[in-house]
């Protein structure tokens, strides 16, 4: 029988699918349980009490999957789907129930001292994705941190050079069927463009977006009307793209186009899978991510990002000097899995 774990989630995907992946790659079935912190005077406290030894899971919300008889039943069964399937039903809702769970996990600030408080009470193993900064680390258990935190060496701390990504070769079967489905690849070298959005340290112009595009095209497609195209392009937009950018790439004579505003079709998946070459907008960590774990393409960075030394710029560069950016070399983290299991007792 499988072990299982209980994920708590501060109901933020970018954090949730980490600790999915988590579970995936630790071999365990999970629970999923969102909790919050009753107020931010509440998360302050958490930090004090962290560092006092106290384990308090009053500062949540009640009703939030943290009461103190409350355990979550069966939630949301780590499998993977078809990216246009439509979400399983998560029941994120608390029953008093028995549950033999081996750790407790969660991702960001708002899960790690629950996380923490939850595991002490279970008599379980702790760990965590992304660095607890704030918290006494040593009171963890297991941390994965990104290498762009800049971690402070310990025992307990493992550091990884990507975001963990929820997916798995089922998930990239699926994507690319459902992808050949809608369109049919001539069979030239892909070249896919993977288009997210500005952020508090990234901008995003049409101006900006022409002129990536122009360049790509003027390598890849360089006189289209008097010689055949040897390279395929396709491009995708997101739901963080703005209208005016997303207009310039709609512009441009894509063989495959997705514009997101028109159409939420997830095409990544077979982008990942069968592109020889991707570009990524330098904002987009979870996409650079899957991007440079996944699938066999060169991986190229589309810098929008603002000066300075940001964590967005340490990740991207990070990731150009170990060659996985503007290089097809992809993440291995096998090793730190396995040392995240014995950290976990699993």
């Keep these: 029988m499988e072990r299982k774990v209980l994920i708590l989630t501060d109901g933020k995907a970018g954090h949730e699918n980490q600790s999915k992946a988590f579970a995936r790659a630790l071999g365990c079935e999970f629970d999923l349980v969102e909790i919050h912190f009753k107020s931010a005077f509440h998360k302050l406290l958490s930090y004090l009490f962290n560092h006092l030894g106290i384990h308090a899971l009053r500062l949540f919300e009640p009703g939030g999957g943290l009461g103190e008889a409350a355990l979550p039943p069966s939630a949301e069964a780590g499998r993977a789907r078809s990216p246009s399937a439509p979400p399983s039903p998560t029941n994120r809702e608390p029953r008093t129930a028995n549950h033999d769970y081996a750790a407790v996990l969660g991702t960001g600030s ?39 935190d800049r971690p402070a060496p310990a025992p307990n701390v493992i550091t990884i050079p990507v975001n963990l990504v929820a997916s798995d070769e089922a998930f990239y079967a699926a ?37 990536k595009l122009e360049q790509i095209f003027a390598k890849y497609k360089p006189c289209p009307t008097t010689q055949p195209p040897n390279y395929e ?114």
């Design 110 to 148: 708002g899960t790690f001292y629950a996380a923490k408080a939850l595991a002490r009470k279970l008599g379980v193993k702790c760990g965590v994705v992304l660095y607890p900064r704030g918290y006494r680390i040593a009171s963890f258990d297991c941390v994965l941190a990104p290498a762009f």
């Design 175 to 211: 994507g690319t069927e459902a992808f050949r489905a809608r369109y049919a690849p001539s069979g030239k070298p892909a070249v896919a463009v993977i288009v997210g959005g500005p952020n508090k340290c990234s901008t995003m112009s049409a101006d900006w977006m022409r002129t």
């Design 233 to 346: 392009l396709w491009v995708t937009t997101s739901r963080r793209t703005p209208p005016d950018v997303e207009a310039v790439v709609d512009y441009f004579p894509f063989d495959y186009k997705l514009l997101y505003s028109k159409d939420h079709f997830n095409p990544i998946p077979a982008f990942v899978k069968l592109a020889r070459t991707l570009y990524v907008t330098a904002e987009s960590t979870g996409m650079i991510s899957e991007s440079c774990t996944f699938g066999t393409a060169e991986v190229h960075v589309l810098d929008n990002l603002k000066p300075g030394p940001h964590k967005f710029r340490r990740f991207v560069e990070d990731l150009a000097h170990g060659g996985y950016v503007d290089g097809a070399r992809k993440v291995d983290l096998s090793e730190q899995f396995i040392r995240a299991r014995q950290l976990l007792n699993l």
